[in-house]
């Protein structure tokens, strides 16, 4: 086992040895090429810049060789400045040319013959007068003193034709040439040519890049490693033996040598397989019988051509560190595991078993159970803070999910705020604290709880904050959008409007924190202020951060519920004021039958003993009953006004008495007219017109007696009946077509009958075709419609027939006209059945659809009976009842005295109409009197003894 183990663990560590060892050399090549690649750009650019001095030197102007020769000091410290450059020269347009070489080894002094203590050798060519050029050799020392004068009429030189002077003679750009073997020195280097400012000369710097080489072998990873600098083409240009570099051909010209011709295999296979373009490239490869790892890149030094560099490292050289170490590593692992076994072994047992007990501790935090502290009896210092982390961890989410269970539970705002608050101090250990809240303007902040440590609100009048004042921890914090912390200094006090708090809480408070409050949106919603006298950990900001961003969702979370219940309650309002509104003649009744049930809902709900004394009502069914009362009429606004309003029999949108006035009076007229026809016919006194006064006068009573019926009553006898079925049977000659300007329905109906031609004989009353109105199939009841109405519904819709309407024996509505208004509680019931309501509101459309039922089964709009109906919905038919007998706003009756009203309800208990228990809850409460005393005229509240319509005693259920 041991030797699996140590095995595995050397092996392991010697591929992973390897693997960084790749990785390594990777980045030495990457690392190498970059430090060549800056070494040869310091070797070749100081030349640019030299060249780029001299091209200003009067050197280009002097036409004498005197006057060049004066600038030798010059051209020989350009020399010193830069060891790679060997020599400068100067070529002019006439051919003229003059060159200064650095002495400086043996074989300069040898090759050129120098004198002993020569340092640079001056080389020109002169045109003379006579138009021939002779050339020297001039040797100066250290000093540039001349020592020796050789005149050579060997040396010609015409330095025109050079690639040099040819590439620069025409720009000014400076032109470098491709890596070449100079002849003189046999050397590789490069030339760098310019044409001088004044453009008198060409300008040019020869210089050797044999210090690569020096630096090639500076750079090399191991001794066996192989370094080379090459061109595209595979010849070399610099590797660290210059003499395998250079060929000399068999007809004495000087060159580079191919990477291939080199002598080092590697180089060469590498330089064959792999593409000397492009971007670098790594790998191994096998040579020989031996494993290489390899690198071939760019390398940029700034020559005229692309220049590529190689580099290969024999793989055992790159290992063999990494073995010596492996077998050290083995042989210590092997220590290790025979040692440290035993001993781990016990140390795993010391620390898995608080582990272990950490893990089940976890596990119930996992599940949720947060009760049990988490304590771990260990002498591991590591363990024992784990231990304290989880369990602080532990009473962290306790405290969260206890501050969502109370906000989850509370229901009313102002409530939330304090609980909410009082949890914050109370996770926080804080000793008091503040809630503000923003305004509807945004404009400033509104304390809206304020709370100490012990669940009391702060015994201090706390002023609203400006949000224009930034010069307090308040407004600060809101700027800053984050928790912010400030010494609770008297001025900063002051500054939040706290001067005179420290006198209220037990301990002077020290410190203030605020932290501000903002909803999904990003908006602004308050600003927690909490107060310690204690100094304020960091722990502690971070903390109400967290608590901040949990308060301002639930505080956002009930303004919208709130907002959304406000909305509701306005729609519910507006509706119920667009019914009171339709008509002047309802009032207030949508308002006032609300108030009165929920006088009696609190009757019951407190009642002790009797029918009620289980009768209690949760917020949700207070909120029924609210939304139910202010809806029990909604569907009235279906109901059309001239209905509703019908104050006389022949109303419609208008009082069609006066058509009937219009008749009799042309009847009068008639009569009259006839009258006088007679006296010029027959030569009679037309004083004599007794017969036409009574004729008049019995056209008045008609008309009189038929005003009367048309306001309505309380009875009306056969013989007031048949009356008007006689004088349905006079007439009056219409001359004019009764179908011109009528609407396209009104004409529909009339064309029932054919029209009669003119002048046509018109009865004074007539229920006509034109007067029935066909009920559409939509608004009849189908005996199995799903809402269970059970409603005697009428042939027509309305019938408005001048007989039928004044043989109206009670009031001043039609069978037709009754209906349409007693339809607006089936209206009331599919509106609200239609409405999503939430559960605890889904009992609105029985609650509100009840208010005409009644005890018996006989009531609308589906019979329903006593058992039938939800206490609430016969409280709510009370109300109803009550409203409509004593208010004073309906056209057809006046409002009744309470003692009428009582009375009149009286009888509808008798007759099973009203509940008895709720009625007589209504009269021993007291409720008709608070009512009275609220919505009814003093003249109407007369002495009343509730005894006196007390029917029975209540039934104990």
Request: with cysteine.
């Amino acid at each position: 086992m041991l030797a699996v183990v140590g095995g595995s663990i050397a092996t392991l560590g010697y591929n992973a040895m390897n693997q960084a060892l790749r990785a390594a050399l990777e980045d030495q090549f990457d690392s190498l090429t970059i430090l060549m690649r800056e070494r040869g750009r310091r070797l070749v650019d100081p030349i640019g810049a030299q060249l780029g001095v001299l091209i200003h030197d009067p050197l280009s102007s002097a036409t004498s060789l005197e006057g060049r020769l004066a600038r030798l000091p010059v051209l020989a410290e350009t020399l010193r400045m830069n060891g790679t450059v060997v020599s400068v020269y100067a070529g002019y347009p006439n051919g003229d040319f003059m060159l200064v070489r650095k002495i400086e080894t043996d074989e300069d002094v040898s090759r050129f013959n120098a004198p002993e203590g020569s340092r640079f050798l001056v080389q020109t060519i002169t045109e003379q007068e006579n138009g021939d050029r002779s050339g020297a050799y001039r040797f100066y020392d250290q000093t540039l003193r001349l020592i020796r004068y050789d005149p050579r009429d060997d040396y010609t030189y015409d330095p025109r034709t050079r690639p040099w002077y040819r590439d620069s003679q025409f720009t000014n750009v400076q032109k470098l040439s491709e890596p070449y073997v100079f002849f003189t020195t046999q050397e590789i280097g490069i030339t760098v040519s310019r044409r001088s400012a004044d453009r008198g000369a060409i300008l040019g710097l020869d210089a050797t890049i044999v210090r690569l080489a020096s630096e090639i072998a500076s750079i090399r990873p191991s001794s066996g490693s192989e370094v080379a600098i090459l061109d595209s083409e595979g010849r070399m240009i610099a590797y660290e033996d210059l003499s395998k570099v250079i060929s000399i051909h068999g007809d004495g010209r000087i060159g580079r040598l191919h990477v291939s011709d080199l002598g080092v295999p590697v180089l060469a296979r590498i330089a064959q397989s792999e593409r000397l373009l492009g971007p670098a490239r790594s790998g191994t490869i096998e040579v020989d019988g031996a494993n290489w790892a390899y690198s071939n890149g760019p390398l940029d030094i700034g020559l005229a051509e692309p220049a590529r560099i190689l580099l290969a490292v024999p793989v055992h050289e790159m290992f063999a560190a990494s073995r010596q170490i492996i077998q050290v590593q083995g042989a210590f692992v092997v220590l290790v595991l025979v040692l440290g076994i035993p001993i781990g072994w016990l140390l795993v047992r010391r620390i898995s078993k608080p582990l272990k007990e950490l893990a089940q501790d976890v596990r119930a935090l996992a599940a949720f159970e947060f009760d049990e502290p988490i304590q771990v009896d260990t002498r591991i210092r590591e363990v024992a803070e784990l231990s304290i982390t989880i369990d602080n961890l532990r009473y962290t989410i306790q405290r969260f999910l206890e501050i969502n269970r109370a906000i989850a539970a509370e229901e009313d705002f102002d409530a939330l705020l304090r609980r909410l608050l009082d949890e914050i101090i109370a996770t926080t250990d804080t000793e008091a604290g503040i809630l503000y809240l923003t305004d509807a303007e945004g404009a400033r902040l509104v304390p809206h709880a304020s709370r100490t440590d012990d669940g009391h609100d702060l015994d201090f009048p706390i002023p609203d904050v400006l949000l224009s004042r930034r010069n307090n921890v308040i407004v600060r914090s809101i700027a800053d959008e984050n928790a912010e912390s400030a010494a609770a200094s008297p001025l900063e006090l002051e500054r939040c409007g706290l001067a005179g708090l420290p006198e209220k809480m037990t301990e002077p408070p020290q410190f203030l924190l605020a932290a501000p409050l903002y909803n999904r949106q990003k908006e602004l919603v308050g600003v927690l202020l909490l107060i310690e006298s204690h100094a304020m950990d960091p722990a502690l900001v971070r903390f109400t951060e967290a608590l901040s961003g949990s308060a301002a969702v639930s505080v956002e979370a009930r303004q919208l519920i709130a907002a959304q219940r406000e909305l509701f309650e306005s729609f519910i309002q507006m509706i119920a004021g667009a019914i009171d509104a339709k008509s002047p003649y309802t009032g207030g009744h949508c308002a006032r039958v609300p108030e009165l049930t929920k006088m009696l809902a609190a009757a019951a709900d407190r009642s002790d003993d009797g029918p009620f004394a289980r009768f209690k009502l949760s917020e949700d069914d207070w909120q029924a009953i609210h939304v139910a009362a202010w809806l029990h009429d909604c569907g009235k606004v279906t109901t059309p006004e001239f209905v509703v309003d019908k104050a006389t029999k022949l109303e419609t949108i208008y009082d069609r008495i006066h058509e009937i006035r219009m008749r009799i009076e042309v009847m009068k007229r008639e009569a009259e007219i006839g009258f006088l026809r007679r006296v010029l016919a027959e030569g009679g006194d037309p004083a004599d017109d007794a017969d036409l006064r009574r004729q008049q006068s019995e056209l008045d009573a008609d008309f009189a007696f038929l005003a009367e019926c048309n306001l309505g009553g309380e009875f009306m006898s056969p013989e007031r009946v048949e009356r008007i079925e006689a004088l349905s049977r006079k007439t009056w000659t219409r001359t004019l077509s009764d179908r011109l300007g009528v609407s396209h329905a009104e004409k529909a109906r009339m064309d029932a009958v054919p029209e009669r031609s003119l002048p046509a004989e018109e009865p004074l009353l007539s229920d006509r075709p034109e007067h029935m109105f066909a009920r559409p199939e939509a608004d009849k009841l189908s005996p199995d419609n799903h809402w269970g109405f059970k409603m005697d519904v009428p042939e027509l819709l309305y019938n408005r027939g001048e007989v039928h309407n004044l043989k109206i024996s009670r009031g001043t509505l039609t069978e037709e006209d009754r209906y349409k208004i007693n339809e607006h509680i089936v209206q009331t019931i599919k509106m609200l059945d239609r409405l999503p309501f939430p559960k605890h509101l889904r009992n609105v459309p029985e609650l509100a659809g009840g208010h005409h039922e009644k005890m018996d089964g006989t009531g609308y709009p589906k019979r329903l009976s006593k058992n039938d109906m939800s206490p609430v919905a016969r409280m709510m038919a009370i109300a109803d009842i009550f409203e409509a007998l004593t208010a004073v706003d309906r056209p057809y009756k006046k409002g009744k005295t309470l003692s009428e009203a009582l009375k009149i309800m009286t009888f509808m208990v008798k007759d099973q109409h009203v509940d008895p228990d709720l009625f007589d809850l209504f009269l021993t409460s007291g409720i008709y009197m608070d009512y009275a005393l609220k919505f009814l005229r003093p003249d109407q509240i007369d002495a009343v003894d509730p005894q006196d319509y007390r029917v029975s005693a209540p039934a104990a259920e």
